[in-house]
């Protein structure tokens, strides 16, 4: 082996990409992805790469949305913050997809798939978990990425035009027609791993940004939901509800679980229902290796 293929990086395909990490022994992958923007995936991400190296794991992450960058600016802007305060907490480490000479390239080759690979292979050298943020569209970074993932986090806006990312409904919501774009695509990064004889992927949708009524819709969503999870296989979770707090934490990069040790002596009860839809999710993910302990 010389290197570069231990994920496939000399690789023709998406499937090759898969087959090439066949019996490897790798950090424990989470991707956090949805085609739709605006669901909280750099929000969820954030909080749990940072839950968990604040549980004394070594987490790496990536942002592969290549224009807007979230979750690469969310975490740059804790590193300033921190450094400004004189501040150590513990955080993920993020690094950039590393560049490809397309001179390099070998026919048949991709350039984003060999930048994909070239950022795991340095991440897993020294982490336990890598978290990866996928952008809100479908791209070739984010289908070789689900095809990677051992745990699948989807965060789902408590709409039906979010849902219907998942699978089609009729015009009541009650009858499910069929499944939708995101579910096969989902569908298609299974079918990859299994052929490469993988770990099946651990599904999980969050049912995120959830309002505090118990409105007709949100009771017909939640139906809908576990009807279509006996169907294409996932797992429900609660996620986090819809809460100032989280567009106040971005600018300086910090999480829930950061503020006592900013300076927030006394948190509000909304911070502390926060902090606890926090622990439930975590919980949720049942990763491999995790005590909740916060």
């Given amino acids: 082996m010389d290197g570069r293929t231990r994920y496939g990086i ?23 992805g949805n085609e739709k923007g605006g669901a909280g995936k750099s929000t969820v991400s954030m909080h749990i790469s940072t839950a968990l190296a604040r549980m004394g ?5 990536l942002d592969l949305d290549l224009r807007q960058k979230t979750m690469g600016r969310y975490t740059d802007n804790r590193l300033k913050f921190l450094a400004s305060e004189n501040l150590d907490l513990p955080s993920p480490t993020y690094i950039e997809l590393p560049e490809i000479d397309a001179a390099t390239l070998q026919p048949g080759e991709n350039a984003y798939d060999l930048r994909l690979t070239a950022a795991v292979e340095t991440l ?16 070739r970074l984010s289908q070789v990425a689900h095809s990677l993932a051992n745990t699948l986090v989807t965060p789902l806006n408590d709409s039906f035009v979010d849902f219907d990312l998942l699978a089609h409904v009729d015009s009541s919501g009650d009858k ?13 990064a299974r079918q990859l791993r299994s052929h ?8 999980i949708v969050l049912r995120n940004r959830l309002g505090a009524q118990n ?12 009807r279509l999870a006996k169907r294409i296989g996932f797992r ?9 707090v989280f567009r106040e934490l971005f600018p300086r990069g910090l999480t829930l679980l950061d503020l006592k040790d900013v300076g927030v002596k006394q948190l509000n009860i909304s911070n502390v229902a926060a902090r606890q839809e926090m622990r439930e999710l ?13």
Avoid at 126 to 133: A, K
């Fill in 282 to 294: 975590i919980k949720a993910l049942n990763l491999p290796g995790v005590t909740v302990n916060f």
């Fill in 215 to 226: 409105m007709v819709n949100k009771a017909k969503m939640e139906k809908a939901l576990e």
């Fill in 124 to 139: 897993e050298k020294t982490c336990d978990f890598i978290l990866i943020d996928c952008p809100g569209s479908h791209t």
């Fill in 236 to 244: 429900i979770a609660p996620g986090f509800s819809e809460r100032v």
């Fill in 10 to 32: 000399r690789q023709r395909s998406t499937a090759e990409h898969v087959d090439r990490i066949k019996g490897t022994s790798l950090a424990h992958i989470i991707v956090v």
């Fill in 196 to 203: 490469a004889g993988l770990k099946p992927i651990d599904w």
């Fill in 57 to 61: 794991h070594r987490v790496g992450a």
């Fill in 176 to 188: 499910i027609l069929g499944p939708s774009v995101y579910s096969e695509m989902v569908w298609n």
